[in-house]
């Protein structure tokens, strides 16, 4: 009896990939049920006029997505059900204190019936292309921090690869990429509007100090458009601003605030705040000091350090909401000044 799996010799889809698609839709729609027996690998290359290979290749893939099982001597049978674990490959390019906090949110609004895998491609292109090639097909959703040094060569093989994962699988998270076309998910950072709007909300206390310090060391990814937001702020309001590329004890000077781009309990923020106490300088009213990207710690360390963030909680969240809800849209995330007693 012939079954109800088809192909399309002329597609330039691999047939295997095809197959996948395929009996996953049947199972899905309920032309297979639970229970269900999928014709042998012999009956079904015979039927196709395929190699037995390609089906074997086809019905491993759908093992590891938990749409079938085999029993020795009986072939392969439908192990899916509507209880199944949905599958996701979160792939970030590092997992730090905030990572975590978003994290946190995205497992806990998923909850018990997700299977969430992750990977860390540390911004390096090569390990990302890697990660994804070799998981194609055996997730249901893919949801990735697209962190890459902004030339143009490795931008484009961010984009190369990306476009290889469905539309309705896909949520980009933290960095928008605007050149991706479809209807994928995306909840991400505004760098140059987001730092000018959180600057705002602070105004009233930046003009109580004399001068706006932006401590700034190489490495990071997005600061060109943070510093155009920062001089377009201060430039709106008339606030005088210097860049740094380093601590310097010297041009720590009473009644100015200190921005660090990079810290995150980091040597710049402890070496800043040596150079303040060994001057006797009061931190909060003497000298203001304000950190970015939000972390637990931040509330504790110098009773309370303000914090310029986006929301990476409310990332998570709504990147679960996303898969709970089967809806994909693009979000801008919240940012906002998180005022304590350093500033």
């Given at each position: 009896m012939k079954s109800k799996i088809e192909i399309?010799?002329?597609?330039?889809?691999?047939?295997?990939?095809?197959?996948?698609?395929?009996?996953?839709?049947?199972?899905?729609?309920?032309?297979?049920q639970k229970?269900?027996?999928?014709?042998?690998?012999?009956?079904?290359?015979s039927e196709l006029?395929?190699?037995?290979?390609?089906?074997?290749?086809?019905?491993?893939i759908l093992r590891q997505k938990n749409f079938l099982e085999s029993t020795q001597g009986k072939g392969y049978h439908i192990s899916f059900d509507d209880n199944h674990k949905t599958k996701i490959l979160l792939i970030l390019d590092r997992l730090g204190t905030?990572?975590?906090?978003?994290?946190?949110?995205?497992?806990?609004?998923?909850?018990?019936?997700?299977?969430?895998?992750?990977?860390?491609?540390?911004?390096?292109?090569?390990s990302f292309e890697s990660f994804l090639e070799d998981s194609l097909d055996h997730f249901?959703?893919?949801?990735?921090?697209?962190?890459?040094?902004?030339?143009?060569?490795?931008?484009?093989?961010?984009?190369?690869?990306?476009?290889?994962?469905?539309?309705?699988?896909?949520i980009l998270l933290d960095h928008n990429l605007a050149q991706l076309p479809g209807n994928y998910g995306s909840i991400y950072q505004d760098y140059r509007q987001d730092i000018y709007d959180g600057l705002e909300q602070g105004?009233?206390?930046?003009?109580?100090?004399?001068?706006?310090?932006?401590?700034?060391?190489?490495?990071?990814?997005y600061a060109p458009y943070l510093h155009n937001g920062i001089k377009a702020f201060c430039s709106d309001y008339d606030i005088k601003y210097e860049f740094h590329r380093e601590v310097d004890p010297e041009k720590i000077n009473k009644n100015e605030v200190f921005l660090i781009l990079n810290g995150q309990l980091d040597n710049e923020l402890i070496e800043l705040v040596e150079a303040a106490r060994s001057k006797g300088?009061?931190?909060?009213?003497?000298?203001?000091?304000?950190?970015?990207?939000?972390?637990?710690?931040?509330?504790?360390?110098?009773?309370?350090?303000?914090?310029?963030?986006?929301?990476?909680?409310?990332?998570?969240?709504?990147a679960a909401q996303m898969i709970l809800n089967k809806s994909f849209a693009k979000i801008k995330c919240d940012f906002r000044l998180i005022k304590r007693n350093s500033f």
């Open positions: 399309d010799l002329d597609s330039k889809e691999p047939i295997y990939k095809q197959l996948v698609k395929n009996i996953q839709h049947l199972i899905e729609v309920g032309v297979f229970g269900d027996y999928v014709p042998s690998l012999n009956d079904l290359s006029n395929i190699s037995k290979e390609t089906v074997k290749k086809a019905y491993s905030y990572k975590q906090t978003m994290f946190n949110a995205f497992s806990d609004t998923l909850g018990t019936n997700a299977q969430i895998t992750i990977r860390l491609h540390n911004q390096d292109i090569t249901d959703y893919y949801v990735i921090t697209s962190h890459f040094p902004l030339t143009q060569d490795i931008q484009q093989r961010a984009l190369n690869i990306l476009k290889k994962v469905p539309n309705r699988k896909l105004l009233d206390s930046l003009r109580k100090f004399q001068k706006l310090n932006i401590i700034s060391m190489p490495g990071s990814l300088f009061g931190i909060g009213n003497e000298i203001g000091i304000v950190s970015y990207n939000e972390s637990p710690l931040n509330k504790i360390i110098l009773n309370g350090l303000t914090v310029l963030s986006t929301d990476f909680e409310q990332m998570g969240e709504l």
